[in-house]
């Protein structure tokens, strides 16, 4: 079995896809996907594509070009705790101006009352 054949049967296992799901896919015959798995040969570019579609990856990774990059667990800590004190500080801040706005409201609620009460007068 060669590496594209080993790499396809892989991502089809994590799919829990079939060979018949990849005739349905791309529109060849049984034997065609047949020589793909115990043959040295693969698909054409327009099925490459396809199949790729169907896996949710990219054509490189099927045929082993890259790897999902993966993201270092410190790099994921670090993003997310920028994220949780950048979303801390818009809290304050929001916190600040509705002070702020209450202030205002408390004033102007008092300057009404004022001018109710002098007219009163």
Same mark, same amino acid.
């Given at each position: 079995?060669?590496?594209?054949?080993?790499? &396809?049967?892989?991502?089809?296992?994590?799919?829990?896809?079939?060979?018949?799901?990849?005739?349905?896919?791309t529109g060849v015959s049984r034997q065609a996907v047949n020589a793909w798995?115990?043959?040295?040969?693969?698909?054409?570019?327009?099925?490459?594509?396809?199949?790729?579609?169907?896996?949710?990856?990219?054509?490189?990774?099927?045929?082993?070009?890259?790897?999902?990059?993966?993201?270092?667990?410190?790099?994921?800590?670090?993003?997310?705790?920028?994220?949780?004190?950048?979303?801390?500080q818009l809290l304050e801040e929001k916190n600040q101006l509705l002070e702020?706005?209450?202030?205002? &409201?408390?004033?102007?609620?008092?300057e009404q009352a004022k001018k109710i009460e002098h007219q009163k007068v």
């Amino acid at each position: 079995m060669n590496s594209f054949s080993r790499r &396809l049967q892989d991502f089809m296992s994590k799919k829990n896809l079939k060979q018949a799901d990849l005739v349905r896919a791309t529109g060849v015959s049984r034997q065609a996907v047949n020589a793909w798995f115990k043959q040295d040969k693969r698909p054409d570019q327009d099925k490459l594509i396809l199949i790729a579609r169907l896996l949710e990856i990219s054509v490189d990774e099927l045929l082993g070009r890259e790897d999902k990059p993966e993201v270092s667990t410190s790099e994921s800590k670090q993003e997310v705790d920028y994220w949780k004190n950048k979303y801390i500080q818009l809290l304050e801040e929001k916190n600040q101006l509705l002070e702020e706005k209450n202030k205002l &409201l408390q004033k102007q609620s008092e300057e009404q009352a004022k001018k109710i009460e002098h007219q009163k007068v």
